[in-house]
């Protein structure tokens, strides 16, 4: 003889229960998330042609940072554009007018689901200015390591 199959079932309370256990988990989770950080290497680097239109001429360290709010995806390559333009910028009212011994620094954290998925990067450019006679690229050294998320990144707050 078969028995009737006895259903349990799942009241407002049990459901109540379960969005409970489950936001316990989460925010267990979130304090375990670890930042990753990018960087171009232990060395400083410099474009090519940039170190033969600038020997002999004094070169001044700087150092930017920066911090940004991104949702949708992090790219990195472009925020270390917005970075090095805004320090080369500041250093052209110096009179200087490239960069050379750059390195740079990326650390993304997040996202977390209590921001709505809004990834926080902080980025660190460092660098030498300096006055040369070939054009600075205006692009940053080793654009090859800068691996970020993938998506449309939206840059929220700066």
């Not at 554009?81 to 320090?87: D, G, P």
Request: aromatic share 4%; charged share 25%.
């Amino acid at each position: 003889s078969s028995s009737p199959s006895r259903k349990s079932p799942l009241g407002m309370a049990g459901v109540a229960n379960l969005f409970i256990r489950l936001r316990r988990l989460e925010q267990t989770t979130i304090g375990k998330q670890k930042h990753n950080v990018l960087s171009s290497g232990d060395e400083s680097q410099t474009q090519p042609g940039l170190e033969e239109g600038s020997r002999g001429v004094e070169k001044v360290e700087v150092e930017y940072h920066d911090h940004f709010i991104c949702v949708g995806g992090v790219n990195v390559a472009t925020l270390l554009r917005v970075a090095r333009a805004a320090l080369l910028q500041q250093v052209e009212a110096l009179g200087a007018n490239a960069l050379v011994d750059e390195q740079w620094e990326c650390t993304i954290s997040g996202p977390k689901p209590i921001h709505k998925g809004a990834y926080k990067v902080y980025v660190r450019y460092q660098a030498s200015a300096t006055k040369s006679r070939v054009p600075d690229p205006r692009r940053p050294v080793a654009l090859d390591k800068a691996k970020g998320v993938p998506g449309l990144m939206t840059i929220v707050k700066r």
